[in-house]
């Protein structure tokens, strides 16, 4: 397919042959719009920590994490730059790690509780892209559920009604948890 184009300066327009013997002419800004938006869906994505190439849905663009964890991220990668990308599996690792060492840092050790909250943030990626929540909903987690109902089946509702009784419950057992531990010891 060979694309010929003539631009007239004067009008603004350009004239190029679509292929197949069909003729266009488009305004020179929506001309330049449409090739800037066919170079952006033909670039590749790669991730910026591994060099892996990343799908769309798979990359996260730097300058769209939390400040404190883009600046964690840069403390254990100084090259990374704000318009490059990572993947969603480096970002949730990386979370893990800083929500990790930020509770580490408030109370100078993990509890089992704690440690367990920070590892249930890595099973929502294992589970989504190994088997959805399926067969069924055999292998689907709360958190999955929060997130079918909200952004996949865009029930909004549903999905706040599960993030607020996932909230509710592990409050009530952070407060049991709290109370256990914070309670004196009877000595038998």
């Known amino acids: ?11 603004g327009i350009v004239d190029f042959d679509a292929g197949e013997g069909e003729a266009a002419t488009v305004e020179i800004d929506d001309y330049t719009k449409s090739l800037a938006q066919a170079k952006a869906k033909s670039v590749k994505l790669v991730d910026a920590i591994t060099g892996a190439v990343l799908k769309k849905k798979d990359a996260v663009h730097f300058d769209d994490l939390r400040p404190s964890l883009a600046e964690f991220v840069r403390q254990k990668h100084p090259g990374i730059r704000s318009d490059d990308y990572i993947s969603r599996k480096a970002m949730d690792d990386y979370r893990a790690q800083y929500i990790a060492e930020l509770l580490v840092d408030e109370r100078g050790e993990l509890s089992n509780l704690e440690d367990e909250v920070v590892e249930s943030l890595k099973t929502f990626d294992i589970v989504w892209s190994m088997t959805k929540g399926g067969p069924g909903t055999v292998s689907e987690t709360l958190a999955l559920t929060m997130y079918k109902e909200t952004f996949v089946n865009s029930h909004y509702g549903l999905g706040s009604a599960v993030a607020v009784f996932l909230t509710v419950v592990t409050l009530v057992a952070s407060i049991i948890y709290l109370r256990q531990q914070l309670s004196p010891k009877k000595e038998i």
């Open 1 to 11: 397919m060979t694309e010929t184009k003539t631009f007239d300066e004067a009008e």
